[in-house]
């Protein structure tokens, strides 16, 4: 990972300035961060020049999303570098500014016809992260012949204000004979864009889970009670460790299915639907005992470590939740019947 | 996170891949030919010395070691690749597999030149089996405070006095590596004065008693020592230098795929019923168990990774083991919660025999090889906690 060193410092000094706050409607994202990335370049890293992006591989992408992720940052990064912008690139259309956020919604309902002229959306995008904030949006909708994906810019759409447990827009978009850009996409296609969504947003779990465990261990050396610090009792370090296994489990799974995406993996639809499994389901334990180890000043907005335990809390559910993607990577599995099993265990990551 | 728990990711390896595919197709034969049948934990329970010698005809023992002493000179992740898939298949590996996952890698470390010469070619073929003489009726967890004695006599060989328990298959095996007192017990510094000696178990003196687990198997042994005499030049490594040792054999010995794939078998019969119920609760729960078997192999993998590097991992080693270990005993619960299954030991139904095997070796799980208490407090070490 050294070779992220760089970009890691970048981002993390442009952080420094910009403290996580609590999102309200009025107040529903960072945008002298965003704007300050974008001046760095680094909204379109990733993404290759001739698109208009910044350049740069996957794992500086993965690398500048973990930052963001563990500095609990208001925008739409991870959607952008992600999901969104490949999304758009790989299917042919044309990739907006990359100073512009653009975000990503499944809406499976949206359809989208051609009239002649062009093509043109209806139908309500539930769930859209950054519904509201961002200036444009990949959707994934449904075409004449099947899935397609749908880039259209943002001003003038309706949009209701539903929110996650954390304060970040996940509103619907109404579209009513909207014009969109669109082009088709195979089954397969589809699926890894969902799969593609699922692995972000695992991503920013792993980076949270950790940074909780860390803010966990420093608050267990500085608290005293007893006489002692709370990381000296026994009982706390037994919870410790095992939020440390849950971390260690995730970031493993993690980067191991983000490898399988930069190689071009056929099972990457699995090995993403494996990593936000495995993420999803570390959350419980993490959230529950930093939660525990942090005491009542935890449960307070005064303390900073709800700015990630409410996005844990939330990012578990988006992009499809554990159940969700372990029916679709026990079927995966399953695939060359009971006795390919183990084969395929050995083989998606 | 803090630097000592985290590893980097393991390189997709080739070699592992092919020599994976071959003991898959050998599996298959021998499944086919009826050589043994599927059990849940064989790694201490399925004792059987000619598949120990076919494993060692085909070159999968001693897999990592000089060619010198017989050795294959392969990687660890190769060996990783092998071992788990004999797992998997609920094979019965137990006679060879102490020898092979960490007495030989002592005497190899350790051992001196006509201890290597002698022994490690037998366990390569899979005809020498080795126990660990660590834990002892009064010293468990707190393995420092180990009383079973060795005292020079005038001929300069050891006389050994005490008992050594929990000794898997020592009823099968030929050799023990013993953790014994060599000076008596410092409180200033408990580590002290220990060292660890090579122990043919066929010396007089030496009496094995049986027992039994909660099936009624026999697999653990109280092996009790009776002024046994060993000779001199069967101290393994420095006098006084046992405790580092022990601690050294460690990463070989918690990082393995056996710490979170005792209860594959369960999973591969469960995965049956899935696929013949179609309930989707049931297709999530193998979703859910699936997800974290794919994470303890990333995690046990980096190890293996390590370990070709030069690397003894010891407190990532510690959480593999804490993870995987735990893994393996929920499988059962996460089964029950969603398919209706009597478990029974002589059920004609593969799933309801699976489930009571691992039901009934569960308790070992997390207790075998260091407990998940003690674990999780080396993990804390790691952390910066102590």
Redesign the interface.
């Known amino acids: 990972?050294a070779d992220q060193d760089l970009v890691v410092e970048t981002v993390r000094d442009i952080l420094s300035g910009h403290e996580p706050f609590v999102l309200t409607p009025a107040r529903r994202w960072d945008e002298g961060l965003w704007s300050a990335l974008a001046e760095a370049g680094l909204t379109g890293v990733g993404l290759p020049e001739e698109a208009g992006g910044s350049g740069g591989e996957l794992a500086d992408a993965v690398a500048i999303v973990r930052t963001l992720a563990s500095g609990a940052a208001a925008v739409p990064v991870a959607e952008q570098l992600l999901v969104a912008g490949p999304a758009v690139i790989a299917a042919g259309l044309i990739l907006p500014p990359i100073e512009e956020p653009l975000t990503f919604g499944i809406a499976d309902p949206v359809t989208a016809t051609s009239s002649g002229d062009g093509w043109t959306l209806t139908g309500t995008a539930a769930d859209v992260s950054w519904a509201g904030v961002a200036a444009h949006v990949a959707l994934l909708v449904t075409g004449p012949d099947g899935a397609a994906l749908a880039l259209l810019p943002t001003s003038g759409l309706p949009v209701s204000g539903a929110f996650n447990l954390a304060g970040e827009p996940r509103g619907s978009l109404t579209l009513e004979a909207t014009p969109a850009a669109v082009a088709p996409l195979t089954e397969g296609q589809a699926r890894e864009l969902r799969a593609g969504f699922a692995l972000a947003r695992a991503v920013q779990l792993g980076a949270a889970l950790?940074q909780v465990?860390?803010w966990t261990?420093q608050y267990?050396?500085e608290r005293h009670q007893f006489g002692r610090p709370l990381?000296?009792f026994?009982a706390i370090?037994?919870e410790?460790?095992?939020m440390?296994?849950?971390?260690?489990?995730?970031?493993?799974?993690t980067?191991?299915a983000v490898?399988a995406l930069a190689h071009g993996s056929a099972d990457v639809v699995l090995a993403a639907?494996?990593?936000k499994?495995?993420a999803g389901?570390a959350v419980e334990v993490v959230a529950r005992l930093a939660h525990q180890v942090h005491g009542a000043i935890g449960f307070t907005q005064e303390h900073k470590l709800h700015h990630l335990t409410r996005r844990l809390w939330s990012w578990r559910d988006e992009a499809g939740s554990?159940?969700v993607?372990?029916?679709?990577?026990?079927?995966g599995?399953?695939a060359d019947?009971?006795d390919g099993?183990?084969?395929a265990?050995?083989r998606?990551? | 996170?803090?630097n000592s728990?985290?590893l980097?990711?393991a390189p997709r390896s080739d070699a592992a891949e092919r020599v994976?595919a071959e003991v898959?197709e050998f599996l298959a034969d021998e499944l086919a030919a009826g050589t043994f049948t599927t059990h849940v934990d064989t790694w201490l329970s399925g004792v059987d010395p000619s598949f120990s010698r076919k494993l060692g005809e085909r070159g999968w023992l001693g897999m990592t070691w000089p060619k010198e002493y017989g050795g294959h000179e392969r990687s660890a992740m190769e060996r990783y690749a092998v071992t788990?898939e004999l797992l998997?298949a609920g094979a019965p590996v137990a006679a060879h597999w102490i020898a092979d996952r960490q007495s030989g890698p002592n005497l190899l470390t350790y051992g001196t030149e006509k201890q290597r010469q002698e022994i490690l070619p037998r366990i390569v073929r899979g005809e020498c089996y080795f126990v660990i003489g660590m834990s002892e009726p009064d010293s468990g967890s707190d393995l420092a405070s180990i009383r079973t004695k060795a005292v020079r006599n005038g001929d300069g060989d050891w006389v050994v006095n005490g008992a050594k328990v929990w000794t898997s298959n020592a009823h099968e095996s030929h050799y023990g590596i013993v953790l014994v007192r060599t000076s008596p017990s410092d409180p200033s510094n408990r580590h002290a004065g220990m060292s660890q000696l090579l122990i043919d178990l066929s010396l007089p003196g030496i009496t094995v008693n049986p027992i039994r687990i909660l099936d009624g198997g026999h697999h653990f042994n109280e092996v009790v020592f009776d002024d046994v005499v060993v000779p001199g030049d069967m101290l393994l490594g420095e006098e006084g230098n046992g405790w580092h040792q022990v601690t050294a054999e460690l990463a070989f010995e918690r990082s393995g795929p056996e710490r979170f794939l005792s209860t594959?078998p369960l999973?591969?019969e469960f995965?049956?019923r899935?696929?013949d119920s179609g309930d989707?609760a049931q297709?999530?729960?193998?979703?859910?168990l699936?997800?974290?078997?794919?994470?303890?192999?990333?995690?046990s993998l980096?190890i293996a990774a390590a370990l070709d590097r030069g690397e003894l991992p010891n407190i990532?080693a510690a959480?593999v083991k804490?993870?995987g270990t735990?893994f393996e005993a929920d499988v059962i619960e996460e089964v029950r919660r969603v398919a209706d299954v009597m478990p029974s030991l002589d059920s004609p139904d593969p799933l309801a025999r699976a489930l009571a095997e691992a039901q009934l070796h569960q308790p070992g799980f997390t207790l075998r090889g260091g407990t998940n208490?003690i674990?999780?407090?080396i993990?804390?070490r790691?952390?910066?906690?102590?």
Do not use: F, H, N
């Open positions: 990972m950790e465990l860390a261990v267990a050396g990381g000296k026994q370090q037994m410790l460790a095992e440390a296994g849950e971390v260690v489990a995730v970031t493993a799974l980067d191991a490898q639907a494996a990593a499994v495995r389901a554990e159940l993607w372990s029916r679709v990577l026990a079927s599995l399953l019947g009971p099993l183990w084969p265990l050995t998606v990551v | 996170m803090s728990l985290v980097a990711p994976r898959r788990e998997a594959y999973i591969a995965g049956r899935v696929v989707p297709l999530a729960v193998l979703g859910r699936s997800a974290r078997v794919l994470a303890l192999r990333q995690m980096r990532p959480l804490d993870v735990t208490e674990l999780r407090g993990v804390a790691g952390l910066g906690l102590r």
